[in-house]
């Protein structure tokens, strides 16, 4: 019967060809792959429980006056935002624990993107061709930032309230245009009425169908370009070694969407987030103390923080206020340089080839050490955001706190990159570091010296080495980013294709290949020669130019 | 040993978010012991405090022993301690039991401790001090909280306290070394002396500021629903907002998820006897049976399937 289903279907669809396609596809083996599927899921979770929260939320700024089951609250003037999110933590069946899990996913989606992004950027997965991917990526990290801190926002509790207050100033801290614009997107002068139902538009609707739109873009490019893959035995520039998409993919990916829905639901049962309940309604005149953003917003708050008082001023008056400098220029240049990266590393090393086979990270010392530095860079200015928690808890005076993370925001970028450059050396300069399963011999000499000598390689220990390659300086330039010690590519060969047909995928498709054994198409190809005598059994590769039936 | 990796990567990603989280809570609770802990050498003058003038006595003896140091024998300051005469009992009282006094070392501000003092040679000081010279705010007596509303306290709490307290009461630093106190562990007497006393860098409030009504009010919601939230929704992470949460999210949210993602990824179809199709059976239960699993069972090359003749 599901075959007769089928049949109709494709009588009339014409799946086959496409489906077989999709089913083929190859995915590597890697775990740090999957990464990005926890963004992907946790969004899966967002849209879930979000749809629930819609049938709940109201979107109001009325004042309303709040009856129910929490008592301070009770008789108490508030939103109808508000009211509607009290309801839904006391009142509404579930009510709660979607919400906590809503806001949990958040916290997991935007941590995974980061993640993600960095498992692109230390691997050098972001290079031609797949720029284009990249920016991408970094689009759905800004709209998800955005989305976060919109969807912080809507309850209209003192916390959040104090947030939209300091956004509103940052907003107007845009020279000249600042104050214009601030009222264009408020309608009106801070709070006022318009705020709830606009950001609840743009949080349900807009941001999100951005971002879907941009994940369907992303996927696309990534089945297009296919995927990269480390390089690994019989994983070569042209070919992807790993587990076709079913059954093998499909069961993984299927079994790892339920774990990040159950690790969410979990954390949504467990662990209390946004207790808005506490919080009290916001009015403007009411003020709290301890407030941060979420933690994605956490290191634009710490550069608020630790920035020093400095404002243009000119004739009298003031041109740029210092809000300006950590709140608009800090984020600009971050994710523009982000952005850009691809392009600013192809001008520094002056490789232009295309690349399918990742970077250990340790294969690029300098932009392994640069990434490390700038993240090291941001994760201070997160722990800025806590300043008053910090002071609080170390029993240490604020100021104190704050000049020290003043200083901390330099001298730990300055310290991390040759820390990171180093370590990266030294894994390049150990054959076999980082692999656990072979013992080294430390050995003390008569002198006093000490020598490691690395015991007896078992069956299968030197599966994943790679060779360490002496840096042909013709080709690329001791730079910022660091020697490549992967074996330098084929560039006559790449480049004679991009010359013909501009993409790598231009050489024309061997449609007989399909079914076939044989190095072309998809095949199954026995390899038992370079598992050290291990038995293995067959090796799934797929060539790149591979475009199925 | 596959199956011991089966149970075993499970159970560790458990035990570590666990004690990730226990950690992260650990750090972000404030543990405040309120229990008295017996001072062996106060315990003898303890003993007689049946009426007025005994308990001034009583008072008397401990106040020299544990206060005269700084405050002077009667009360009236020195350059190490300021004048308590004429201060009345609400401030001796607070400072006494919230264990700020007596102090372990000179310092800005005192913290909160374990209190040395058993309730009732606080009451003796507290006698002996106010005897000293009368006036200034009193130790409120007979405080009922029955008739008290929680909400009129909630919007008092936001107005007066929440800007240094915090909304959760968690407390928080202020500027130059100061700082304001958790108020997850006080008692509605302390809350109504602070209130009228303003120690240290707090503001006092008048009954024109807050009404003894008002007060009873904030007393009502600090002490049964900052001190019990109404904390539904599980484990409240101290109260100190997002900071905490974004820890969370970060070390046992994205965490937990990474060592999952670390669990499946590698996770292939292995040994001969698995054919596409047989949709009914656990992936996992073929790893059993491969014959060469667990020597390194991550490598790209023993990826494998046999799907290819489809």
Redesign the interface.
């Known amino acids: 019967m599901i075959d007769g289903l089928y049949d109709w279907i494709d009588d009339r669809l014409n799946i086959s060809g496409g489906g077989r396609k999709m089913?083929?596809k190859i995915f590597?083996?890697?775990?740090?792959?999957?990464?990005g599927?926890?963004a992907l899921y946790?969004f899966v979770v967002l849209l879930a429980t979000g749809v629930f929260l819609t049938l709940y939320f109201v979107p109001s700024s009325t004042d309303v006056v709040y009856h129910g089951p929490?008592?301070?609250?009770?008789?108490?003037h508030m939103s109808e935002a508000y009211l509607s999110t009290i309801n839904l933590?006391?009142s509404v069946r579930c009510g709660?624990l979607m919400r906590?899990m809503h806001?949990?996913a958040a916290?997991?989606f935007i941590?995974?993107i980061v993640?993600h992004m960095c498992r692109v950027f230390f691997t050098g997965g972001f290079r031609r061709p797949r720029e284009l991917n990249w920016i991408i990526g970094i689009n759905m990290l800004i709209f998800a930032i955005f989305n976060g801190f919109l969807g912080y926002s809507l309850p209209d509790d003192?916390?959040s309230g104090t947030g939209i207050r300091i956004s509103y100033s940052i907003l107007e801290s845009l020279p000249l245009v600042g104050p214009y614009l601030a009222n264009l997107l408020f309608g009106g002068a801070f709070p006022g009425n318009a705020l709830i139902p606009r950001f609840f538009i743009i949080h349900v609707l807009i941001l999100p169908a951005l971002i879907a739109g941009l994940l369907g873009a992303h996927l696309t490019l990534l089945v297009r370009q296919k995927h990269t893959?480390?390089k690994?035995?019989?994983?070569t520039e042209h070919n992807v070694?790993?587990?076709?998409m079913?059954?093998?993919f499909m069961?993984?990916t299927q079994?790892?969407l339920f774990?990040?829905a159950g690790?969410?639901a979990l954390?949504g049962?467990?662990?209390?987030?946004?207790?808005i309940?506490?919080?009290?309604p916001y009015k403007p005149y009411?003020?709290?103390?301890?407030?941060?953003?979420?933690?994605?917003m956490?290191w634009l708050d710490g550069a608020l923080r630790v920035m020093p008082h400095w404002q243009t001023v000119i004739g009298g008056r003031v041109i740029i206020p210092n809000v300006f400098w950590p709140a608009v220029v800090l984020p600009g240049v971050t994710f523009t340089v982000l952005m850009m990266w691809p392009f600013i590393e192809q001008k520094i090393t002056g490789d232009r080839a295309d690349h399918q086979l990742l970077e250990r990270p340790r294969d690029r010392p300098k932009r392994t050490a640069l990434g490390a530095a700038v993240l090291s860079f941001y994760f201070v200015l997160?722990g800025a955001?806590?300043?008053?928690?910090?002071?609080?808890?170390l029993?240490?005076?604020?100021?104190i706190?704050l000049t020290t993370f003043q200083v901390l925001v330099f001298v730990v970028p300055l310290a991390t990159y040759p820390v990171a450059l180093r370590i990266c050396r030294e894994f390049q300069a150990t054959p076999g570091a980082g692999k656990t399963?072979r013992h080294n011999i430390v050995i003390r000499s008569a002198d006093g010296g000490y020598s490691t000598v690395p015991t007896e390689a078992?069956?299968?220990?030197t599966?994943?080495e790679l060779e360490p390659v002496a840096l042909d300086a013709s080709i690329y330039l001791p730079a910022l980013v660091g020697s490549p010690s992967y074996e330098p590519v084929d560039r006559a060969g790449i480049g004679a294709r991009a010359a013909a047909g501009g993409t790598y995928e231009a050489v024309s498709v061997d449609d007989e290949a399909e079914?076939a054994?044989g190095d072309q198409g998809?095949?199954?190809a026995t390899?038992g020669a370079?598992?050290g005598g291990?038995?293995?059994?067959?090796?799934?590769r797929i060539p790149r130019n591979y475009r199925g039936g | 040993m596959p199956w011991l990796r089966r149970i075993l990567v499970p159970l560790a990603v458990v035990v570590i978010a666990a004690a990730l989280g226990t950690f992260v809570i650990g750090r972000a609770r404030v543990t405040a012991s309120s229990t008295a802990m017996q001072n062996p050498g106060l315990r003898l003058t303890a003993a007689s405090r049946l009426t007025s003038r005994g308990l001034i006595a009583a008072g008397r003896t401990l106040y020299t022993q544990t206060c005269s140091t700084c405050h002077g024998g009667d009360a009236q300051g020195s350059a190490l301690g300021t004048d308590l005469q004429g201060l009345g009992g609400a401030a001796v009282d607070l400072w006494l039991t919230t264990g700020w006094m007596p102090l372990r070392t000179p310092g800005l501000q005192p913290a909160n401790k374990p209190v040395n003092l058993t309730t009732a040679q606080i009451n003796e000081i507290v006698a002996y001090v106010v005897s000293i010279k009368p006036g200034g705010v009193p130790v409120p007596t007979n405080i009922s909280l029955k008739g008290a509303s929680a909400s009129e306290g909630f919007y008092m709490f936001s107005l007066n306290c929440a800007p240094c307290h915090t909304i959760t009461g968690a407390g928080d630093a202020l500027a130059e070394g100061f700082r304001a106190p958790s108020l997850h562990s006080v008692t509605p007497t302390q809350v109504l002396e602070a209130i009228r006393t303003g120690p240290s860098n707090m503001p006092r409030f008048g009954p024109g500021d807050i009404s003894p009504k008002e007060a009873l009010d904030v007393a009502l919601y600090v002490t049964k629903y900052i001190k019990h939230p109404a904390d539904i929704g599980g484990i409240g992470l101290g109260g100190v907002g997002p900071v905490a949460e974004g820890f969370v999210g970060l070390f046992v949210g994205v965490g937990v998820c990474l060592l999952a993602a670390y669990w499946v990824g590698d996770r292939t179809a292995r040994g001969d006897g698995e054919a596409h199709g047989e949709g009914g059976e656990d992936e996992s239960d073929h790893e059993g049976d491969a014959p060469a699993a667990g020597v390194d069972d991550r490598s790209y090359s023993e990826t494998t399937s046999d799907t290819a003749d489809a």
């Open positions: 089913v083929n590597p083996d890697h775990w740090s792959f999957m990464i599927e926890i946790s929490y008592i301070p609250l009770d008789g108490v933590s006391f709660l906590q806001h949990w916290n997991i941590g995974a993640v003192l916390v893959q480390f690994g035995p019989g994983a070694v790993g587990a076709p079913w059954p093998t069961a993984k079994g790892f774990l990040i690790i969410t954390l049962a467990a662990v209390q987030i946004n207790p309940w506490l919080y009290g009411l003020a709290t103390y301890a407030v941060q953003p979420d933690w994605y956490g997160f955001s806590a300043t008053d928690v910090l002071a609080n808890y029993n240490v005076s604020l100021n706190v399963k078992r069956p299968g220990d599966l994943r079914g054994e998809l095949a199954a390899t370079e598992g291990r038995a293995r059994s067959r090796v799934f």
